[in-house]
């Protein structure tokens, strides 16, 4: 992955003309005032890892695994947020682990963890190194941090057909699984965002959630069993596809963010590879009138397999399709996009009945290169928010979830504190909007935000905004974090949101298995007084 931007350098994306004088105009952005570091500028501090620490963790996963060149350090910086990137492009890598270490199995995870714990050393589990919620960026105080690899452990280990199930590594990323699968006829159907880059252990560990939801579920919903690696110890779940044999402790696993321990396999419910696929835009009249439809057909079907509604500002702008921005092709009212996965006669089953429910809601089917444009530019944005930096714009996004009922005052709650609070840094905002994922119960809301950078801005000015639309967030009944997760930045809002009992409980299980406190500290949880 780039170094310091989204994944592939050589995707990397420019932005038209035309979109550099909308952002000029509408936004007031300017270029910022120096290019992005180099890497082979960065000075960092030196490694703080004790010569007995480093023999030890070399005799368990060998000297060629365990890295403490400039390189490796810089790379397993923080995540993918646009503060992380903006301070990677000012040079700012003071905060870099002291080593990258690269097991190969369930014992040398197992071993590096207790060698960590009894060297005094902080570990920070890293997957494909996506997250966007400070997931990466432990509060580890004086301890010297090692970032745990997991892209060694990248093996598929074996296929149930019968009850169709996989066991896999944690380190296998989203489109290798995917081939491994297909060699088989399966498929996990698991496609968020972040799917070229993130991996199977990441995607438990923050309880992902893929476009496909509406068909195939979250990732949750595919993980039948697990096996957990912590400093006390193994935890092994999951001999049943159900049981009533006491609380589910799989769940206390998933979402943990590295918090608990290191998931080091996963036995992941299968998918038949679907005979076809496609993609259907609608124009709608409103983002009221979309989000009725969208209730509707959660609720009383039939389900596509991916629906999405954008909200006018959004489809406007032409967001949902990244090819489309700045070209003036942006539709009026609100986008749905409805795709459908499965056999022929299934897909025409449920794309005509579910135009039904969208005709009703006054909607008017588009052009089909519309929704084949959306999935074409699905894994584009990201690289779209690479160009926008450069061009000294500031683009973050944010998102929640609530119940239907509540869905209308979240969405106008958030929009209220992004813009009020931008605006009165100075840096006037444009707030576009989505649902993704939606339920019988409610629906997801996803957030993207753009503003002018401010001179040197390491994200300063996001952080009040943030803070802002995170409390916006609960006191309109939301949910802090519906699949980005918790991380730092999330986390005081979500102690607020399972209470103090809530918060002892999960001290209490990581107290347990991590008694030194060594795993991801400051994530999820805030670390214990001292």
């Not at 870099?96 to 097991?103: I, K, N, S, T, Y």
């Not at 896999?168 to 159907?189: D, S, Y």
């Not at 954008?310 to 996009?337: H, K, M, N």
């Amino acid at each position: 992955m780039r170094w310091n931007g989204w994944g592939d350098p050589g995707r990397a994306t420019s932005l038209p003309g035309e979109v550099n004088a909308l952002l000029r105009d509408l936004l007031g952005v300017r270029p910022p005032a120096a290019p992005p570091a180099a890497l082979a500028d960065l000075s960092l501090p030196p490694s703080r890892l004790p010569g007995p620490a480093l023999a030890a963790l070399e005799d368990i996963v060998g000297a060629a695994h365990v890295r403490t060149d400039a390189e490796s350090r810089v790379r397993h910086t923080g995540g993918r947020s646009t503060p992380d990137l903006l301070r990677l492009r000012a040079g700012e890598v003071a905060a870099a682990p002291d080593a990258g270490v690269l097991p190969d199995n369930h014992e040398e995870v197992l071993a590096v963890l207790r060698a960590c714990a009894a060297h005094g050393l902080a570990v920070v589990p890293f997957g494909g190194g996506t997250s966007v919620v400070g997931g990466l960026s432990p509060e580890a105080g004086t301890a010297p941090v090692i970032a745990l690899d997991l892209r060694r452990m990248d093996r598929l280990l074996s296929v149930d057909p019968l009850s169709r199930t996989a066991v896999l590594e944690p380190g296998v990323r989203g489109p290798r699984a995917e081939e491994l699968l297909a060699a088989h006829g399966f498929t996990l159907g698991h496609f968020p965002q972040s799917f070229e880059w993130a991996t199977l252990g990441g995607f438990a560990a923050a309880r992902s959630s893929g476009q496909a939801s509406a068909g195939f579920g979250r990732f949750e919903e595919m993980v039948m069993a697990l096996r957990l690696a912590a400093p006390a110890g193994t935890l092994t779940l999951g001999t049943a596809p159900r049981s009533a044999a006491g609380p589910d402790l799989r769940q206390l696993v998933l979402g943990s963010e590295g918090a608990f321990g290191v998931i080091t396999s996963l036995t992941l419910r299968l998918r038949p590879r679907p005979e076809i696929r496609v993609h259907d835009a609608w124009r709608l009249p409103g983002f009221a009138a979309g989000q009725d439809a969208l209730r509707r057909l959660a609720q009383d079907g039939p389900l596509p397999t991916v629906l999405r509604l954008s909200d006018e500002s959004e489809t406007l702008v032409g967001l949902a399709d990244p090819s489309a921005l700045g070209t003036g092709e942006g539709e009026d009212g609100c986008l749905v996009i409805a795709g459908y996965e499965g056999t022929a006669s299934d897909v025409d089953h449920r794309r005509h009945a579910a135009g039904t429910v969208l005709r009703q809601a006054g909607g008017q089917p588009l052009d089909e290169a519309v929704g084949e444009g959306w999935e074409r530019g699905r894994y584009a944005a990201p690289y779209l928010r690479d160009a926008l930096l450069d061009a000294g714009a500031f683009v973050e996004t944010l998102e929640t979830a609530g119940f239907w009922s509540a869905l209308p005052g979240l969405y106008e709650g958030v929009r209220t504190a992004l813009t009020r609070t931008l605006t009165a840094a100075g840096s006037p905002p444009l707030v576009l909007c989505h649902i993704s994922h939606v339920y019988p119960a409610g629906a997801s809301l996803y957030f993207t935000v753009a503003a002018a950078q401010g001179p040197g801005d390491g994200g300063g000015h996001w952080t009040a905004a943030k803070h802002a639309a995170n409390d916006a967030i609960l006191a309109a009944g939301g949910t802090i974090s519906h699949h980005h997760g918790v991380g730092t930045d999330h986390r005081d809002w979500y102690a607020r949101e399972i209470g103090p009992l809530g918060a002892g409980v999960l001290r209490a299980v990581k107290d347990h298995l991590d008694p030194a406190g060594i795993l991801n500290p400051g994530v999820l949880l805030p670390p214990p007084a001292p």
